[in-house]
């Protein structure tokens, strides 16, 4: 097989593998099965770019003590209907479901929440946390921004200083839940390593270059790299543009000053000196059944939905989609057909998983 080709895997047997390689370097298999089935679940999504793509990087953050397993969120306040957590770097997916929990359970206990956790390891797709919550009946909103990661220029500037800082709200209504989740930056930079990767293109001018002139090519950010290995956002001289000029680029300065400043885990600069990035998240969580509008919420909240898809489409052949549809449309058909992954990305995991002495299953 050249690096080039493309391979074909169906989600449960890529689940088991990239499982086997968490285990093999040390979590329980708790922690690996949570964090295999969340990768796995943002391909299925059609977020490739927070899927397995990411494995060989977490294996190496693992093995240099950036990130480390078996954590659990330290409570650093408790003021019942709020916290603050401490991840202390553990496995992102793996903590910060717990800090999600937690959430849950107190916003149980008071109709709201508001739960603050920093320092955990790369967290991955946000939506998932929103869906966690949504299947306990609750409304939630994710602030997040990215410690030590800085990547995207603000409205009106070249140079780089905020993280892709994404932002999640899901709202639980029955048999349409509605998912909201995506980075301020005009791409996940998980977008520009897919595409460094021979995977989906970038928009254009998704990216600009020091000279303020717009790009889509990976090498703005990255600078040089191999067809295999690792890509390294601080070697390239451009950033990635905010989404959404002035507005877009208000709300990413928003997410790194609620998530990494009021949670003191730290914003994306100028003084972050971690050898790996963190997630820091402000997380919000809403019982209607506390506050006692269940019943009009569910009503009100579906017959408007409803009636915003019912615009007349530009595409019929793609609809008026609601946030969360695209995902689900993608689960539906990647879980029938099985998951692509370009053949660099495979090459990238399997070595990793041989390496570890994992079974690579057959492709
Ligand atoms: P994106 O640009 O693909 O936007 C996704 C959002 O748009 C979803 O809510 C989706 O349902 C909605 N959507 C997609 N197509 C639509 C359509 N045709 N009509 C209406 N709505 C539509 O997402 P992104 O900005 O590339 O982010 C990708 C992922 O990266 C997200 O899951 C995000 O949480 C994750 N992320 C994580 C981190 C981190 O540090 N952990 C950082 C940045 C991004």
Not at 151 to 177: H, M, Q
Not at 220 to 241: E, F, K
Not at 311 to 316: A, C, M, T
Not at 336 to 362: F, H, K, S, Y
């Amino acid at each position: 097989m050249t690096s080039e080709s493309a391979i074909s895997i169906q989600a449960p047997a890529l689940e088991a593998m990239i499982r086997g390689i968490f285990e093999a370097i040390g979590c329980d298999r708790d922690e690996a099965q949570t964090v295999a089935s969340h990768l796995v679940e943002s391909n299925l999504a059609g977020h490739d770019s927070h899927g397995v793509v990411r494995v060989p990087r977490y294996v190496e953050w693992h093995r240099e003590g950036y990130i480390v397993a078996g954590r659990t969120p330290e409570v650093v306040t408790d003021g019942g209907a709020f916290m603050l957590l401490d991840a202390q770097r553990g496995f992102g997916q793996a903590v910060t479901k717990k800090a999600v929990a937690m959430g849950i359970d107190r916003a149980r206990q008071h109709g709201a929440a508001v739960v603050a956790l920093r320092n955990t390891g790369h967290c991955g797709r946000i939506g998932t946390y929103a869906e966690q919550a949504m299947a306990e009946g609750l409304l939630s909103i994710h602030f997040v921004n990215v410690a030590g990661s800085v990547l995207v220029a603000p409205y009106g500037g070249v140079d780089r200083r905020f993280s892709t800082a994404p932002i999640a709200i899901g709202v639980p209504l029955k048999d349409r839940p509605v998912v909201l989740d995506f980075a301020t930056s005009l791409v996940a930079e998980g977008k520009v390593l897919v595409a460094s990767n021979g995977g989906k293109g970038l928009p254009d001018g998704a990216l600009i270059e020091p000279d303020g002139s717009l790009s889509n090519d990976p090498h703005t950010l990255y600078g040089d790299y191999p067809p295999v290995g690792p890509r390294i956002p601080g070697n390239g001289l451009g950033a990635i543009r905010a989404f959404g000029e002035h507005k877009g680029s208000g709300l990413a300065l928003m997410c790194e000053l609620l998530a990494g400043a009021f949670t003191a885990g730290g914003c994306a600069g100028p003084t972050a000196t971690r050898g790996c990035i963190t997630n820091g998240l402000l997380s919000i969580y809403l019982s209607p059944a506390h506050f006692g509008t269940d019943a009009e919420f569910q009503r009100m909240g579906r017959e408007y939905v409803d009636w915003v898809a019912a615009s007349r489409p530009i595409d019929p052949a793609v609809g008026v989609l609601m946030p969360g549809e695209a995902e689900a449309r993608n689960r539906t058909a990647r879980l029938r057909d099985g998951l692509i992954l370009p053949g660099n990305i495979w090459e990238d995991l399997r070595r990793t998983a041989t390496t570890l002495g994992v079974p690579v299953p057959a492709v």
